[in-house]
């Protein structure tokens, strides 16, 4: 099984943000998984689904969702051990994974300014791993010229090293906080 090819650092990350996703604890994800962590992040930011903006972010989760479950065998559940798999296979698919961080970058850029703020990365963790979480250390970590915002090619590097790499020391392995 390619999810065997994990490191250990590897399905240490992804699995706190599986952990994460998986609201109703399960142990696969869901589309009700995402449609959970969807209103989890809308409450966060105090935004209604039926906003542009709810709907923006609910099309970015939910079009997530359909890519993971297509590429885990479209059955409606994902296993842990599919998520590193497809995670294994990141690395030679440069151009998915760049068009993943382009939708998630819009989702966590609330107020559409071309860039992520401190604030919105905050509510971006928080979100996803479900508690009040700090986040200042992670940010400073993140942005990479210290300008006090993550650019478009900041967050798309970091979420390829996130996904797709296996360096603990990369700042992208902290996307989603403190590993």
Request: aromatic share 10%; net charge negative.
């Amino acid at each position: 099984m390619l999810g065997a090819m994990a490191s250990d650092f590897q399905r240490r990350k992804i699995s706190g943000v599986f952990g994460a996703m998986d609201a109703d604890g399960d142990g696969f994800l869901t589309e009700s998984d995402f449609r959970a962590l969807t209103a989890r992040w809308l409450d966060v930011r105090g935004t209604d689904a039926g906003t542009p903006e709810g709907e923006r972010l609910a099309a970015v989760m939910m079009g997530w969702w359909d890519t993971l479950d297509d590429a885990a065998g479209h059955r409606g559940r994902v296993s842990l051990d599919e998520v590193l798999q497809v995670a294994d296979a990141l690395p030679a698919m440069p151009d998915a994974v760049t068009r993943t961080a382009a939708a998630m970058f819009e989702a966590v850029d609330e107020n559409g300014d071309g860039v992520i703020s401190a604030e919105e990365y905050h509510r971006l963790v928080t979100a996803w791993s479900g508690a009040e979480t700090p986040t200042d250390e992670v940010f400073a970590r993140l942005d990479l010229d210290g300008d006090g915002r993550l650019s478009r090619d900041e967050f798309a590097g970091h979420w390829f090293e996130f996904w797709a790499g296996d360096d603990p020391a990369a700042p992208g392995s902290w996307v989603f906080g403190r590993v």
